[in-house]
Nanobody
């Protein structure tokens, strides 16, 4: 059974930092693209960041320069370092995986991902 489990969420003051982790099990994601999405209350799930197998990163404009996506192939884990957090970053953060290395479309497309985690809450107080 393939699973993605997020951790590292919590409550932080504006300007603070958090590091999210996404641990995969049941298969290796070493040749797959992985991504982070978030969903604020009452809003649609939106793209945050992604990392290809090679491992080229992508970021949404709203987090570029503040967030850093990385991965540890040996641990089958992806990370999201979030700095200079703002109240508008408050959301449930989901990790996703399974984008094939041959994929040439946008990594912001939710349909590109085969597997999803259950999410972790990030709350930024202003």
């Amino acid at each position: 059974q393939v699973q993605l489990v997020e951790s590292g969420g919590g409550l932080v003051q504006a300007g603070g930092s958090l590091r999210l982790s996404c641990a995969g099990s049941g298969r290796t994601f070493s040749t797959s693209g992985m991504g982070w999405f978030r969903q604020a209350s009452g809003k649609e799930r939106e793209f945050v960041a992604a990392i290809r197998w090679n491992p080229y990163p992508y970021y949404s404009d709203s987090v570029k320069g503040r967030f850093t996506v990385s991965r540890d192939i040996a641990k089958n884990t992806m990370y999201l370092q979030m700095n200079s957090l703002k109240a508008e970053d408050t959301a449930v953060y989901f990790c996703a995986a399974g984008v094939p290395p041959s994929y040439s479309g946008p990594y912001s497309d939710k349909e590109a991902y085969d597997y999803w985690g259950q999410g972790t809450q990030v709350t930024v107080s202003s």
